[in-house]
């Protein structure tokens, strides 16, 4: 009997766009300088505040806010959070939809922050997953191994007939040593993975 495949996706840059951080920036009324926000952001302190759930959302924003002084409470951080998304690749919700309507399993493995995902719920149909993976819930991050052989585990599948699409270089070569089918793309070039031609 014919192995089914299943499909993983990541979530930033593969189904949604990245965020609008000037946009961000302004909407938070920073005292630091734009370059001063943006280190803060892209930092590894932040990183894994937010995705390895370090900490809880509150914390994390009360933080965000002492670090980079934003004249915003939590709520006013919120919405302006919110309002920096830009929207889905509509090229990667178009496969995610046609691979469900053919009965296929799909899954959600992301790199994703408590904030993101209560966003998430609101915006996009979540009845698209068969079950999501989230680092800020496994308390685990890509490209760590364990994150990847914990997937395997709980689908119940051989490594091989799993399906991943990621952004990030590092995070689809840990994915292939774990001996997952893994592609690096984007949501701008997903339609040209090779993987849809076989």
């Known amino acids: 009997m014919k192995k089914e495949k299943v499909y993983v996706f990541d979530y930033g840059k593969v189904i949604e766009k990245p965020m609008d951080i000037k946009k961000l ?9 734009y370059d001063e926000f943006l280190d803060y952001w892209t930092s590894y302190e932040n ?12 914390e994390k924003i009360k933080k965000h806010i002492r670090k980079c002084k934003c ?11 919110k309002n920096a998304k830009t929207g889905f690749y509509e090229d990667t919700v178009d496969i995610i939809r046609k691979l469900k309507n053919e009965n296929n399993k799909v899954y959600l493995l992301s790199n994703l922050a408590e904030i993101d995902y209560e966003i998430l719920k609101e915006q996009f149909d979540m ?6 993976f989230l680092s800020y ?3 685990k991050i890509k490209p760590e191994k364990e994150i990847f052989e914990e997937v395997v585990n709980k689908l119940g599948k051989n490594s091989k007939e799993i399906l991943f699409f990621d952004d990030k270089e590092k995070n689809v070569e840990v994915a292939r040593k774990c001996g997952i089918e893994a592609y690096q793309v984007t949501g ?8 849809w031609k076989k």
């Open 127 to 132: 009845n698209l997953f068969d079950e999501v």
């Open 188 to 195: 701008e070039n997903i339609k040209e993975c090779s993987v």
């Open 71 to 81: 004249e915003v409470d939590i709520d006013e951080y919120f919405k302006a959070y």
């Open 137 to 139: 819930q496994m308390h």
């Open 47 to 58: 990183y894994i505040d937010g995705f390895k759930g370090v900490i809880t959302t509150e």
């Open 25 to 33: 920036y302004k909407e938070l009324k920073s005292k630091v300088t």
